[in-house]
């Protein structure tokens, strides 16, 4: 079905421009509001124009410029195709017979600003200001026939911030970025352009395409893609702004997004929750106070009595619905066996046994204290009983100088030293 569709379109639009057999045509033109969507172009925004699946919108920048813009015009008319063409304020005032030759077309004429500054989005508001209006001036007075381009703005290298958003959307004019580009401003070969809105068009399936009329490339380039479009199955779409005898074209908000999210498809957010008619409003009860776990039958007279801050009035308590049950209804839970607190014969012979182990392990280590104790006392009366004896001849010793000879009491005290033995005094 889509494909008969698709053949239809394409029948009918070559059907459109006689003498081109192969010409790709305009498929259909849409109308939209600036004011109900003043932003556009997935390049920097979150929606687009409302396209269906292979549909293409032209779009040529910088113009109008003689030498390129013509040859563009000329090669859209030997397709039937209509485009969007967004001119320069100072390019129209240089050549007013290219602005009035792109209305005289069919195609829409929109405006790029007045001297296409680069850095639009670094220049203060108020020169940014100056630059939108003066370009619509200038492109209203090469149209001179009273009226005024199309409320369609694209800024220069789509350099553009809140300030530039927000005065266009006060002047009711929609800002245009763009889907996919071409590069064809670089210094990149015609091939090059051609392959580049190709891949890029077959990678969204749809959408706007960003080229530039001031390019010898483009015009090199332009039949190329025209021609592939048409054997890929894709439309052109016109785009032409509302007005009091021209309505917008009826959309629905997901339209307006590039890839709107599937109802066979998973997504990421909570779904919409759905109206429900309710036959009336649903009451719940009203709880008991003798639900809680805790009486108010003298909040006031305590809040009253703590003294602290101004006493509040008294608050009407809760009707009481039921009464607490008798102490005797009460569930009571069952007395615990006597069982339970019996210990098993095995597990008291095991609570026995560690403690003898316990007091067995003690008493050899405090054996070993004391064995170890004798033992350094019985080294050093050996030490003291292998001394040499003192001379008995009588003659006493000789002494260095200012040495003393020990007192009698002194010595005594030393043999009569006590030894005390696992916990025995002995002499």
Same mark, same amino acid.
């Given at each position: 079905?889509?494909?008969?569709?698709?053949?239809?379109?394409?029948?009918?639009?070559?059907?459109?421009?006689?003498?081109?057999?192969?010409?790709?045509?305009?498929?259909?033109?849409?109308? !939209?509001?600036?004011? %109900?969507?003043?932003?556009?172009?997935?390049?920097?925004?979150?929606?687009?124009?409302?396209?269906?699946?292979?549909?293409?919108?032209?779009?040529?920048?910088?113009?109008?410029?003689?030498?390129?813009?013509?040859?563009?015009?000329?090669?859209?008319?030997?397709?039937? %195709?209509?485009?969007?063409?967004?001119?320069?304020?100072?390019?129209?005032?240089?050549?007013?017979?290219? +602005?009035?030759?792109?209305?005289?077309?069919?195609?829409?004429?929109?405006?790029?600003?007045?001297?296409?500054?680069?850095?639009?989005?670094?220049?203060?508001?108020?020169?940014?200001?100056?630059?939108?209006?003066?370009?619509?001036?200038?492109?209203?007075?090469?149209?001179?026939?009273?009226?005024?381009?199309?409320?369609?703005?694209?800024?220069?290298?789509?350099?553009?911030?809140?300030?530039?958003?927000?005065?266009?959307?006060?002047?009711?004019?929609?800002?245009?970025?763009?889907?996919?580009?071409?590069?064809?401003?670089?210094?990149?070969?015609?091939?090059? !352009?051609?392959?580049?809105?190709?891949?890029?068009?077959? $990678?969204?399936?749809?959408?706007?395409?960003?080229?530039?009329?001031?390019?010898?490339?483009?015009?090199?380039?332009?039949?190329?893609?025209?021609?592939?479009?048409?054997?890929? &199955?894709?439309?052109?779409?016109?785009?032409?702004?509302?007005?009091?005898?021209?309505?917008?074209?009826?959309?629905?908000?997901?339209?307006?997004?590039?890839?709107?999210?599937?109802?066979? +498809?998973?997504?990421?957010?909570?779904?919409?929750?759905?109206?429900?008619?309710?036959? &009336?409003?649903?009451?719940?009860?009203?709880? $008991?106070?003798?639900?809680?776990?805790?009486?108010?039958?003298?909040?006031?007279?305590?809040? $009253?009595?703590?003294?602290?801050?101004?006493?509040?009035?008294?608050?009407?308590?809760?009707?009481?619905?039921?009464?607490?049950?008798?102490?005797?209804?009460?569930?009571?839970?069952? !007395?615990?066996?006597?069982?339970?607190?019996?210990?098993?014969?095995?597990?008291?012979?095991?609570?026995?046994?560690?403690?003898?182990?316990?007091?067995?392990?003690?008493?050899?280590?405090?054996?070993? !204290?004391?064995?170890?104790?004798?033992?350094?006392?019985?080294?050093?009366?050996?030490?003291? %009983?292998?001394?040499?004896?003192?001379?008995?001849?009588?003659? %006493?010793?000789?002494?260095?100088?200012?040495?003393?000879?020990?007192?009698?009491?002194?010595?005594?005290?030393?043999?009569?030293?006590?030894?005390? +033995?696992?916990?025995?005094?002995?002499?």
């Amino acid at each position: 079905m889509g494909l008969l569709t698709s053949v239809t379109a394409q029948t009918a639009s070559a059907a459109g421009c006689p003498g081109h057999p192969d010409a790709i045509g305009t498929s259909r033109t849409i109308v !939209v509001d600036p004011r %109900a969507h003043p932003i556009i172009g997935t390049m920097q925004y979150g929606k687009t124009l409302p396209l269906e699946d292979h549909e293409v919108v032209l779009t040529f920048d910088d113009g109008p410029l003689p030498k390129y813009s013509n040859q563009i015009l000329d090669i859209l008319a030997s397709h039937c %195709a209509k485009a969007t063409f967004f001119l320069v304020g100072s390019q129209a005032h240089a050549n007013p017979e290219g +602005v009035r030759r792109v209305r005289d077309a069919g195609h829409t004429v929109a405006t790029h600003t007045q001297n296409h500054p680069g850095g639009m989005d670094r220049l203060p508001l108020d020169r940014s200001k100056q630059e939108i209006e003066q370009g619509i001036a200038s492109v209203t007075a090469a149209l001179a026939d009273g009226t005024a381009p199309a409320p369609f703005l694209r800024i220069p290298g789509l350099r553009t911030n809140d300030g530039i958003e927000q005065f266009a959307r006060s002047k009711g004019l929609q800002v245009w970025s763009a889907d996919f580009p071409a590069d064809d401003w670089r210094d990149v070969s015609a091939a090059r !352009v051609y392959e580049l809105a190709i891949k890029r068009l077959e $990678a969204k399936g749809k959408g706007i395409l960003l080229l530039h009329d001031i390019q010898a490339r483009t015009v090199t380039a332009l039949p190329r893609i025209l021609h592939e479009l048409k054997v890929r &199955g894709y439309r052109i779409v016109h785009v032409v702004p509302a007005t009091p005898d021209r309505p917008a074209t009826p959309t629905e908000p997901q339209q307006w997004q590039l890839h709107p999210p599937s109802e066979m +498809v998973a997504i990421s957010r909570w779904p919409k929750v759905p109206k429900f008619a309710l036959a &009336g409003p649903a009451a719940l009860p009203v709880p $008991a106070l003798s639900d809680l776990d805790w009486h108010t039958t003298d909040l006031g007279g305590r809040a $009253a009595r703590r003294g602290r801050g101004v006493p509040l009035p008294p608050a009407a308590l809760w009707p009481r619905q039921t009464t607490l049950p008798t102490a005797g209804t009460l569930a009571a839970l069952p !007395v615990p066996a006597a069982s339970l607190f019996k210990i098993p014969e095995s597990a008291r012979m095991t609570l026995l046994a560690s403690s003898a182990r316990r007091a067995a392990t003690a008493q050899a280590r405090s054996t070993e !204290v004391s064995s170890a104790k004798l033992a350094g006392k019985s080294r050093r009366h050996a030490r003291a %009983a292998t001394a040499p004896p003192p001379a008995s001849t009588g003659e %006493a010793a000789p002494q260095s100088a200012g040495a003393t000879a020990p007192k009698p009491a002194a010595q005594a005290k030393r043999n009569g030293r006590s030894v005390r +033995v696992a916990g025995l005094k002995k002499r």
